[in-house]
């Protein structure tokens, strides 16, 4: 009796992990159908310039705060812990060459990829949900419109193009936090801070962090949508995409950044 309830419960089991599977790689097909139809549509139609920048505003502009805010004190807290530990071999001086680097090649990029994905891609998982369960997906289809082409592009290519920007404002504003810190606490003079930045700090460390957010932009928007239009069961369901595109955009991009610096590191 005991054996047969253990086997069942092995079967159950199984039979679970079985659908998870089937579901997982079903939702891979799916997201490459998308991808593959907004890849489409940016070449089949004329792009929506003006959606595109109203996106972009709304992506970018007003995503400034919390990445200058996440920023500046990544950039205190990372010059406050780095001046620490360089004390204790004599080269607290060299702070500023740490701290470029790091912003530069990783923590910019990721930093700014994580809190973009947290609100925007949430935002527009929301958007473009409430759309879906309240049936307006349909209606821009039967009036021959492309939902593709009307909310997914837009988004994708603002995305794409504001992270790179913000990334650009996390760095600076990482350098300058670090700064702070290291006049206040470690007594180095700021223009000895920057030259130690300038000396360490290559045109090819920039363009290497920067070159990832285009991926992460696209990683962010794409995921988002994708949730977006798979939305459904009302309220609650778009409560529950939303919650699934921070956690899905977040890991996609901390995965993506490992082999994309692996694929620097090789180029």
């Not at 990445?67 to 205190?76: C, I, K, Q, S, Y």
């Not at 990829?113 to 349909?138: F, K, N, W, Y």
């Not at 300038?198 to 988002?224: H, N, P, Q, R």
């Amino acid at each position: 009796m005991s054996s047969s309830l253990a086997e069942s419960r092995t079967e159950q089991r199984v039979e679970h992990l079985g659908d998870r599977v089937l579901q997982v790689v079903e939702n891979c097909g799916r997201f490459a159908r998308l991808v593959g139809a907004t890849t489409r549509a940016a070449f089949r139609a004329r792009l929506p310039v003006r959606e595109v920048v109203r996106q972009i505003e709304i992506i970018g502009i007003r995503s400034l705060t919390i990445v200058v805010l996440t920023a500046l004190f990544t950039g205190m807290v990372l010059a406050l812990q780095t001046g620490i530990a360089l004390a204790r071999f004599g080269a607290k001086p060299y702070v500023g060459s740490v701290i470029g680097l790091s912003l530069a090649r990783e923590l910019g990029p990721v930093l700014t990829a994580l809190m973009v994905g947290g609100r925007v891609g949430a935002g527009i998982t929301a958007e473009i949900g409430s759309m879906q369960v309240t049936e307006q997906v349909d209606a821009i289809r039967s009036m021959g419109a492309d939902p593709i082409q009307k909310l997914v592009l837009p988004r994708v290519v603002a995305a794409t193009l504001a992270l790179p920007l913000l990334t650009v404002f996390a760095n600076l504003l990482g350098v300058i936090g670090g700064l702070a810190i290291a006049n206040a606490q470690f007594h180095i003079s700021p223009s000895f801070y920057l030259e130690t930045i300038f000396y360490a700090v290559t045109l090819e460390d920039v363009l290497s962090g920067l070159s990832k957010t285009f991926v992460f932009g696209w990683i962010i928007a794409m995921v988002a949508c994708f949730h977006g239009l798979e939305t459904a069961g009302g309220t609650v369901g778009v409560g529950r995409a939303t919650t699934r595109t921070v956690v899905t955009a977040s890991v996609a991009v901390l995965i993506s950044d490992f082999f994309l610096t692996q694929l620097m590191l090789v180029l």
